[in-house]
């Protein structure tokens, strides 16, 4: 009972009055970020990171995981609204929300959606609760063979998962891991593939090639289409929302579902994206109604929903307790650990207790006052959508050059803020998974670490890691998921070729 | 914003996938290259700095050549973009790069005021008093937010000098 004990001083500290405005204004950046299109949870946070430099961690990690709930649920409101999804984990739920919003259902689809991501969200916050402990008491025996090995997992179901092809995740994935090994390499204390050039020398940050990848690339994608926003009007009254609520607990199986969809989907790091895919397909192949999906389904809301707001809130559980983010702005979020001077894993839940509880009980609190605040301003929200891009773009491209510079300051990061913007654009244009790269830069040297202290215990023998069952038990998953798209091939035909 | 030209011409999709196969392939050589000059073999302390890289330069140059392959394999003659809209593209990209390299001379808040002055006048086509209106407006509140409220520093130029801010 000591982690109830735990939570309790948790919510002590969530409930500070300082905290609480932060919790607030994060949620309202983060459904702001959410709505605007090329600003997204992982660069927003990127942003806004710098900011947090002064504040206690604690503080700190409670407004910019606020971000990420605000932009979790500001999502659906541009999919709902505009058949625009403000992200990509949204892009389900425009299939059945904006027919719903078409046929004067908006307020319906809206509550059905926010309400669905609280209950996902809660579901994932209460796994996390049960589970993040005991992960990281058991990651506690973890030598740096076992570490390694995580890692291996982690990355390997990028491969097995994504929908890119598996080729192409590798290469996005190697060269995150190479621009990590960029500098001074932390074991031998040797300059390595600086090439003479002085401003290398601390290697790429992350942030700056988030703030590119995912900021810059997406406002030149959507130049591209040359935006132009026609939507329908937004009123949510107290009616209808207690109406969708009488409605909604008959759809229980389907919610209950697509919550343990994005569990899974969002502990190994698959992310929002795939989960809510998978949630509709499937809540269309199994509902009774499954041949009017698409056609304005409040199932085809709730079970995307449901599932992105799982995984997304999900994929801090390995970031807390093994240190591997299950999604890029969970990555982001752990590079800020970094920076606040904690070390991210195991020990976290026994040097830091109040970070870790604080924040975990700021998770129950942040999405309980994002329903509300989402609720009650959706027509606010709806309107910074209208307006019009050629003011919103360079706006958010100022943003980012801020964001940007501020890391470090440095205007050679700025430079390099474009550089990956572009080829951010060029990636995304031609399939490159874009999230193992961003993950592949924050976590490479630590997986290198662990890669290279264990080959030093082992006198360079690669048995180390399958020396005892629990590493080569990890190993073998790992190489599981890198195959799993072969394998699934494989099986398929076999089933062909039996029948 | 939303003007497209009426011709449907534009690089094939295929020659941007082999270009960007090739690229990430020539960037997983510089990496091999440079993680060979590290050293890739065991020192007295271990694997040598570039020991790690260079595998990890060796999948990229591996991967790249099976992406290589695919690329060239198929062709469905889709388009990677039309030229207006790569027009659409460069017109952010260019004053984007005007901007970040302008910046450590008149530092951020001036060239953001021109930026943002430049983006909504000719490519949004505002007039004149919402652009001096958004134009001037956001750099004062970035200020305000940043380097007051946050003591975030900004770069600035010879005109925050010459107000002495």
Known sequence: ?499 | MTERSGSESGPAHKTLEIGMALLIGAFGLVVIFGSLKAGINWGAEGPRAGFFPFYVGAAIVGASAINLWNAQRGDDGRLFAEWGQLRQVMSVVVPTGIYVGSMPFVGLYVASMVFIAWFMRWLGGYRWLTVAAVAVGMPVVTYLVFERWFLVPLPKGPLEEWLGL
Not at chain 1, 18 to 34: A, S
Not at chain 1, 198 to 215: Q, R
Not at chain 1, 456 to 480: H, P, R, Y
Request: hydrophobic fraction near 55%; aromatic fraction near 10%.
């Open chain 1, 1 to 499: 009972m000591e982690e109830l004990a735990n939570l309790f001083h948790g919510f002590a500290v969530a409930l500070q009055p300082y905290n609480i405005m932060l919790m607030i204004i994060g949620i309202t950046l983060g459904v702001i970020i959410g709505v605007l299109p090329g600003l997204g949870g992982a660069n927003g946070v990127a942003i806004l990171l710098p900011l947090t430099f002064s504040m206690p961690p604690t503080s700190a990690i409670i407004m910019l995981s606020c971000i990420y709930w605000g932009a979790l649920f500001g999502g659906a409101i541009t999919s709902i609204l505009f058949n625009i999804p403000g992200e990509p984990w949204s892009v389900a739920t425009t299939f059945d929300g904006y027919p719903m919003a078409q046929q004067g259902r908006p307020g319906e689809a809206l509550t059905a959606a926010f309400t669905s991501s609280f209950v996902g969200a809660l579901f994932a916050v209460i796994m996390i609760t049960l589970v993040a402990p005991l992960v990281a008491d058991f990651a506690l025996r973890f030598g740096p063979a076992e570490k390694f090995a995580v890692y291996f997992l982690a990355f390997c179901s990028f491969v097995g998962l994504s929908k890119e092809p598996p080729f192409k995740t590798i290469a996005a994935m190697m060269m995150g891991f190479a621009l990590a090994a960029v500098g001074l390499d932390s074991i031998t204390g040797q300059l390595r593939l600086t090439f003479g050039v002085t401003e290398l020398l601390n290697g790429f940050d992350f942030l700056i090639a988030v703030i590119g990848l995912f900021g810059i690339g997406e406002i030149l994608l959507t130049m591209e289409e040359g935006l132009a926003f026609r939507g329908g009007n937004a009123s949510i009254n107290l009616r209808v929302v207690l109406q969708t609520w009488r409605e909604l607990p008959a759809y229980w199986m389907t919610s209950l579902r697509s919550c343990l969809i994005g569990c899974w989907m969002g502990v190994t790091p698959a992310g929002a994206t795939p989960a809510s895919f998978m949630s509709y397909g499937i809540a269309k192949r199994l509902a009774r109604r499954g041949n009017n999906f698409g056609k304005g389904e409040i199932e085809g809301v709730i079970a995307p929903e449901t599932a992105a707001h799982a995984a997304g809130t999900s994929a801090l559980l390995p970031m807390l307790s093994l240190g591997v983010p299950g999604s890029p702005t969970a990555a982001v979020l752990l590079g800020g650990l970094l920076i606040w001077g904690l070390q991210p894993g195991p020990m976290l839940f026994v040097e830091q207790k109040e970070f870790v509880w604080g924040l975990i009980a700021s998770m129950y609190l942040g999405n309980l006052a994002g329903l509300i605040v989402v609720l009650t301003c959706v027509p606010i929200f709806a309107a910074i959508l209208r307006v019009p891009f050629g003011i919103i773009a360079p706006l958010i491209l100022v943003l980012c050059a801020i964001g940007a510079y501020s890391v470090h300051n440095s205007t050679f990061d700025v430079m390099l803020m474009l550089v990956f913007g572009v080829l951010g654009y060029l990636l995304k244009k031609c399939n490159y998974p874009l999230a193992p790269l961003v993950l592949a830069i924050v976590l490479g040297d630590k997986a290198e670490e662990a890669f290279r202290q264990s080959l030093l215990g082992s006198q360079g023998s690669l048995g180390v890691f399958f020396s005892n069952g629990l590493v080569s038990t990890i190993m073998a998953l790992g190489l599981v998921a890198l195959f799993w798209s072969a394998i699934q091939e494989g099986y398929s035909r076999l089933r062909m070729s039996m029948a």
